[in-house]
């Protein structure tokens, strides 16, 4: 029988996608919806709340790091099919046991790759979830066979005439054991020893079950077809009404449930189970257009005035204008498009929520309403409302900003666009701006930037002047760098800010202390339970060496309050030690390091938080570094989203980094680092940036998330729901972005100026500048990222064994030039410490060189110069497709173009009938071309648009201003090429 080489996707109004087919050979038939969590594809697979639907992920690489039956949500796949761009083939991470493809086959889930998922996105938020079905075909399909499948999909039952609870449920009642995994397990809970909690099955998620087994409640399933009669001759001291598929409208007998235990035993609902309880009181449901699917949903708790970050899969809602008046009322909000999603009850211990508060996919943000229903079980009595406020101080007049001075190794051009976009977002606050900086090559210290700008030396001297002569009320430290916060904290240790009555805003001289102060920083970890390494903070040479006669070698080193890694290092020998600690002792304004267990050949994993002053909180994006843990952050080859992280692993640091930034008591943003074992999952935090950092700006290009601008607005007292999305134009700050697309970061080293020089890398920075490509994949978006740094890659000559077996500026070229000669992918894994993840998706680049058709190498993000060279024939020139950047995944329509390019059936940049010209950026920073060209590209744009000329500009580095995304009428982030 031929093999099956193509897949279909054919929708009811006739959209078809053709693709390459994965999972099992059968037909799949469902309504299409699409989920724009990032992590979490088994869980999704496994959620009984998918039944009937096949789910398109918008996140473009699954499967990456594989599958294990730990991870299901219930016994086994409910979605119909899947639809991906991308399934990895291997997976990499410690507790795989099988990959996506193995397992779809095994569940005969079918599936489609290899094709626009961002296109299908599009199409479903215009149209609304569609019929559809999938088929395996044995060649591309003829028009007359696409039409016969798009009939065929027209035949597929709609959900509301399907029983699809009684598919789900258990058939009989069940007693559940298992706790939460010790990656998902909270600080605090509340005990429900001895208490008897009754859930019925709509078609439950395992973590709602593992989650009030956690607590200590006996945990009893029952069916759904469950009366009140057996709820009450079980002797049940709470109710838990369970998520589940379909439409609530046809569940008549847990509607009768629900009435009669009202009142009679503390209920929640989940979900469905939120719906059957709005029925229940009197209220209707209907269709939300597409549904909710994902992992970053914030809703507004109406009774505390938090923000929460939610899982969400569902089709229906509560219709709030159809409550009865009474004591039922709506208690949560969904901030997207206002539906409700949590009712409450004024008398009786009751309450739902429309979303997920166990995750998985998600995150744990809420489990404590597990607590708050113990608490309600306990008591008998309604929840007790607790309307959270903001501390709330009076709005500035005036605000100081610091800027970050010259350019220098490990402080560049990003802190020139931290301090441009808080400046312009506190004048849209109607609030004065000072600013102080010594750097005259920077956006920032243009007249119209500030409304005054001081060109002075950063020094407590200077700003004491003009703090003098300004009278500011307040100053922000955070954007400036490390520069910034040290002068912030000599200004408070001089006396000067008490002397003139200036507060400080986004961290306080104490969360600074906390953060940059070793000690203080390794008690404030120890003290909410976090993880740090073995370590030692030391004062003299002395204390150094006796940490190490008694932990021995190897070490890392870490001065405080220094940039960049500056004075720090690896130690491996007594020699090493004697000079990196000497040298950091130096470093140190405060003569302290941190002497730290050497976790080398861990993944360094760092998340970008943010924080407001209502306590809200949410991360905007995580990275994954390429090397392991030895190498600084921004010395290392950089990937956002992380891409071996299971959706566990991924909430577990997430939950870290947030219990993190509320320790410290920022109000705005900061930078969290992770090291965390392949092999096992545990983590230690290792590091805490409470500002604006090179991180920072990454995440803002990656995501599309302005961070420094809203951490300027957050400082002076603005609630993140109350800041709009400037992207979207129609979403709030209180979100986290979900990608549809793959981001990769390459440092620009100096070692092209300087041959002699050293070029091992560690913890202190030696790169000067970054670039930055976004593509559909990783191979792809690595390319374009080699394409951006404009350096001619090393002959193989000079690539010898130790520039894989060391970290060094040329490992990268050093794996693909072993692997065009034969090397075995494992070996050069164990070799380097870099995820084998990593590395096969390098082996793929080396096969497609060899192999690939011309479409394969473009959608590889090769140029077409790059083709010709590898093929020695010239290339007939096309125009790929291009990608909006728009923070959600295309799950709402955006209004800002900053786009990219990749080779797909779909582009969103449209033609424009206007007078154009194109600005072109300067790439990366490196010696002998700074900021200085950043400042003229802006210009440029600028005086374009005050001619009523559209500015359209082109760059490839993430720390700029000129790639800010309204500097320009349009912004292409992309190498800096013919191509």
């Not at 016969?148 to 009642?173: F, K, M, N, W, Y």
Request: one cysteine or more.
């Amino acid at each position: 029988m031929p093999a099956k080489t193509h897949a279909v996707l054919v929708l009811e109004d006739g959209r078809a996608f053709v693709g390459a087919p994965l999972g099992a050979d059968l037909v799949g038939e469902g309504e299409v919806v699409f989920n724009t969590a990032m992590t979490g594809y088994q869980e999704v697979l496994t959620d009984p709340s998918y039944a009937g639907q096949m789910v398109c992920m918008t996140y473009p690489l699954q499967g990456n790091y594989g599958v294990r039956d730990a991870d299901a949500e219930s016994a086994r796949p409910w979605a119909r099919a899947l639809v991906v761009r991308s399934a990895c083939p291997a997976p990499s991470h410690h507790s795989s046991d099988a990959s996506l493809h193995e397992y779809l086959r095994r569940w005969n889930v079918p599936a489609i790759s290899e094709i626009d998922t961002r296109a299908l996105t599009r199409h479903i938020r215009t149209h609304g979830a569609l019929r559809a079905v999938l088929v395996h075909e044995v060649g591309a399909p003829s028009r007359s066979r696409l039409a016969e499948l798009a009939t065929a999909a027209r035949r597929v039952t709609p959900l509301a005439e399907q029983d699809l609870v009684a598919q789900t449920s258990r058939t009989g009642r069940e007693e559940w054991l298992e706790p939460l995994p010790p990656e998902l397990r909270t600080r605090r809970r509340s005990d429900g020893e001895g208490l008897l909690v009754a859930v019925v099955d709509y078609g439950v998620k395992s973590n709602i079950l593992r989650s009030l087994r956690e607590r200590g409640c006996k945990v009893v399933v029952l069916p759904h077809t469950a009366t009140w009669s057996e709820v009450r001759a079980l002797g049940a001291d709470g109710l838990v009404l369970s998520n589940g598929p379909g439409d609530p409208a046809v569940l008549d007998g847990p509607v009768e449930l629900a009435r009669e235990a009202l009142g009679s035993v503390p209920l929640f609902g989940i979900c469905l189970g939120h719906q059957i309880l709005g029925r229940a009181a009197g209220a209707t449901t209907s269709r939300l257009p597409y549904g909710h699917h994902g992992a970053n949903h914030p809703v507004k708790d109406l009774d505390t005035g938090r923000v929460h970050i939610t899982s969400q899969n569902h089709e229906f809602q509560v219709d709030a204008a159809s409550i009865p008046a009474g004591d039922l009322y709506v208690s949560q909000r969904n901030l997207n498009d206002g539906s409700v999603e949590g009712l409450g009850h004024r008398r009786l211990p009751a309450f739902s929520v429309q979303y997920h508060p166990e995750g998985c996919p998600g995150p744990q943000d809420n489990q404590h309403l597990y607590d708050r229903f113990i608490d309600m079980v306990r008591s008998r009595a309604p929840v007790v409302k607790a309307v959270a406020g903001m501390k709330e101080e009076p709005r500035p007049r005036k605000v100081l900003i610091l800027g970050s001075g010259p350019i220098v190794i490990g402080q560049a051009a990003e802190f020139d666009y931290a301090g441009t976009q808080a400046c312009k977002a506190l004048r849209e606050e109607g609030i004065e701006t000072v600013l102080v900086n010594s750097n005259p090559a920077t956006i920032m210290t243009d007249e119209e930037v500030a409304d005054r700008v001081y060109l002075e030396p950063l020094t407590v001297e200077a700003v004491e002047r003009i703090i003098a002569r300004e009278q500011p009320d307040a100053l922000l430290p955070t954007l400036g760098g490390q520069t910034g916060l040290n002068l912030a904290t000599d200004l408070a240790n001089a006396g000067v800010l008490e002397r003139y009555n200036v507060r400080l805003l986004g961290a306080t001289i104490d969360t600074i202390r906390k953060a940059e102060d070793r000690q203080a920083f390794k008690q404030m970890l120890e003290e909410i339970g976090e993880p740090v390494p073995t370590s030692r903070v030391c004062e003299s040479m002395e204390e150094a060496r006796e940490f190490a006669a008694a932990t021995g070698l190897p070490l890392v080193i870490r001065p405080a309050y220094t940039l960049g890694g500056t004075g720090g290092g690896f130690v491996t020998t007594e020699a090493d030690l004697e000079r990196v600690a000497a040298r950091g002792l130096a470093a140190s304004p405060i003569h302290q390091v941190l002497i730290e267990r050497s976790l080398w050949g861990w993944k360094e994993i760092e998340y970008e938080v943010m924080r407001d002053g209502a306590d809200t909180c949410i991360t905007v994006c995580n990275m994954e570094n390429l090397d392991p843990m030895g190498v600084h952050t921004g010395d290392s080859i950089v990937v956002a989203p992380a891409q071996t992280l299971s959706d566990r692993d991924h909430q577990m640091l997430r939950s870290s980094a947030i219990r993190i930034i509320r320790a410290l008591g920022i109000e705005g943003g900061c930078n969290v680092q992770f090291a965390l074992d392949p092999k096992s999952s545990q983590y230690y935090v290792i590091e805490v940036n409470p500002r604006v950092s090179r991180s920072s700006a990454l995440a803002s290009k990656a995501t599309g998330y302005p961070i420094a601008r809203v951490a300027a607005r957050v400082a002076v007292g603005r609630r993140l729901e109350e800041i709009r999305n400037e992207i979207t134009g129609r979403t709030f700050a209180a979100f986290e972005p979900a990608l549809d697309y793959c981001v990769v970061k390459i440092p620009r080293w100096p070692f092209d100026k300087f041959p002699a020089g050293d070029r091992r890398l560690g913890t202190q920075m030696a790169s000067t500048g970054e670039v930055m490509a976004i593509e559909r994949t990783f191979e792809a978006a690595l390319v374009k990222a080699i394409r951006s740094l404009e350096q001619k890659p090393p002959a193989a000559w000079e690539l010898g064994p130790e520039t894989i077996d060391q970290p060094n500026d040329r490992r990268l070229f050093a794996l693909l030039n072993a692997l065009r000669n034969g090397a075995d992918a494992a070996s050069l894994a164990e070799r380097s410490g870099i995820d084998r993840w990593f590395i096969d998706r390098l082996a793929n680049i080396t096969r497609l060189e060899v192999e690939g058709d011309l479409r394969e190498l473009r959608r590889a993000g090769f140029s077409d110069a790059m083709i010709t060279s590898l093929r020695g024939e010239t290339v007939e020139s096309a125009l790929p497709t291009y990608k909006l950047v728009d923070t959600c995944a295309g799950e709402f329509e955006a209004a800002t173009p900053y786009y990219y390019s990749c080779w797909e059936e779909e582009t969103e940049s449209r033609a424009v009938e206007a007078p154009t010209q194109l600005v072109i950026g300067s790439g990366p920073i490196r010696i002998g071309q700074g900021i200085e060209f950043d400042y003229c590209s802006v210009h440029a744009a600028w005086a374009l648009r005050d001619a009523n000329v559209r500015a359209v500009l082109v760059n490839s580095n993430p720390e700029t201003v000129s790639t800010d995304f309204d500097t320009s009428d349009r912004l292409y982030f992309e190498p800096l090429d013919l191509d």
